[in-house]
């Protein structure tokens, strides 16, 4: 019952986002199922990884963070002579 009012809580709100009728127009309610399907899926993955250490900085990337740029006034304001 409550995964059926979340669905048409979101197909609702894609309609408006869409303007379709929500009543009529089936594409609303596919990506309301889109959406609830993602989210299970990641919550099931996060939950069962969980006990191994996993999903505990899902912010976190494959690859490493970008150079730090100099901090010092002169690097940032060059003066011109």
Known sequence: MLEADMADTL???VA??????????PRPRVWAALVM?????AL???????????CAKPWTTPWPPPPRLPTSSSARHPTSA
């Open 11 to 13: 197909a609702g709100f």
């Open 16 to 25: 408006a986002r869409l303007g379709v009728p929500a009543a009529t127009d």
């Open 37 to 41: 399907a993602t989210f299970r899926i």
């Open 44 to 54: 099931h993955l996060c939950s069962t990884t969980a006990r191994r250490g996993g």
